[in-house]
Nanobody
Framework: QLQLVESGGGLVQPGGSLRLSCSAS????????IGWFRQAPGKEREGISC????????YYADSVKGRFTISRDSPENAVSLQMNSLKPEDTAVYYC????????????????????WGKGTLVTVSS
């Protein structure tokens, strides 16, 4: 059974930073692409950043490009999402997911071949 656990959400002021973590087994991190998605109230879920299982290729949605950074934290068996210059419109529940047999672009944009989801962590950007 594939298990993903998000952490690091919370309340932050506009312009602030937050670091999310997606914890998983070494097997998952070695064999699956990992992606971060978010769903704001009343909106559809959006794929914001994905990282490949091999080569650490990355994809970012235009809405977060230049502000968010996805990376693998191998010693911690996790994939992190560093979020800087946060805006109120970044407020959402953030989920991580694992996928195989697809490109990271299609994973993020189309949610192709996703085999597991975490339960999510809430990020609120507000003054």
């Amino acid at each position: 059974q594939l298990q993903l656990v998000e952490s690091g959400g919370g309340l932050v002021q506009p312009g602030g930073s937050l670091r999310l973590s997606c914890s998983a087994s070494a097997y998952i991190l070695d064999n699956y692409h990992i992606g971060w998605f978010r769903q704001a109230p009343g909106k559809e879920r959006e794929g914001i950043s994905c990282i490949s299982s091999i080569g650490n290729y990355t994809y970012y949605a235009d809405s977060v490009k230049g502000r968010f950074t996805i990376s693998r934290d191998s010693p911690e068996n996790a994939v992190s999402l560093q979020m800087n210059s946060l805006k109120p419109e970044d407020t959402a529940v953030y989920y991580c997911a694992a996928a195989q047999l697809t490109t990271i672009r299609e994973m993020c944009i189309l949610e192709n071949e996703i085999r597991a989801w975490g339960k999510g962590t809430l990020v609120t950007v507000s003054s």
